[in-house]
């Protein structure tokens, strides 16, 4: 969605997302990386014969802050350097939550009894440990009851939908997160 979002030349229908394999290359064993590689290379070629391929962005969280991003970035590249179309890793700081962090309205605008995350405003968002658990006591107001329904994982859809649908594309200017500076020029060259 954000793909879509970023570049009006590709539209929602062209995105095709695969649940698997969940595992790209972080927690696959060195010895194991080239048959792993195979499978995926196997995988995306018989996708192109019903689906052309145009290029595979890999998604996979860091599970530790920046600047361990461009490790994992490297390591996915170079691991699927022979696929013929471009791989664009998408490897946000330590996981997904740690983006929305750059856009705490959008993340507020999800459920009206959310308050903005707004703690880490003008800090590098890419130092946030534990970003999803950081991002469940964020939009947690104080004297909140025990019903209170926090932020879960299938929530990123919908905070994506509210930064695509509010034109909120780029983060204000005193959020920075180099992991997402890195999505984004991973996004220009498709």
Not at 33 to 48: E, I, K, Q, T, Y
Not at 49 to 78: F, Y
Not at 84 to 105: D, H, I, K, Q, S
Not at 155 to 177: H, N
Request: aromatic share 8%; hydrophobic share 45%.
């Amino acid at each position: 969605m954000l793909v879509a979002a970023l570049r009006r030349d590709i539209s929602r229908a062209d995105l095709k997302p695969l649940r698997k394999p969940m595992a790209l290359v972080r927690n696959v064993p060195p010895s194991r990386l080239p048959s792993h590689a195979d499978r995926v290379s196997g995988l995306l070629r018989a996708l192109n014969v019903a689906t052309p391929i145009r290029c595979v962005l890999m998604h996979e969280d860091a599970d530790d802050v920046e600047p361990a991003h461009e490790a994992l970035i490297s390591k996915i590249e170079d691991c699927y350097r022979s696929l013929p179309w471009p791989v664009l890793p998408v490897v946000p700081a330590w996981e997904m939550e740690t983006w929305w962090f750059l856009f705490p309205e959008a993340v507020r605008q999800v459920r009206p009894s959310w308050q903005p995350p707004r703690q880490y405003a003008g800090r590098d968002v890419g130092q946030i440990r534990n970003a999803k658990e950081q991002l469940k006591k964020a939009v947690r107001p104080a004297g909140a009851r025990p019903t209170f329904q926090s932020y879960v994982e299938a929530d990123s859809v919908l905070i994506a939908e509210k930064i695509v649908s509010t034109g909120q594309l780029s983060p204000p200017w005193f959020a920075r997160s180099r992991s997402w500076q890195s999505f984004l020029d991973a996004v220009a060259r498709i």
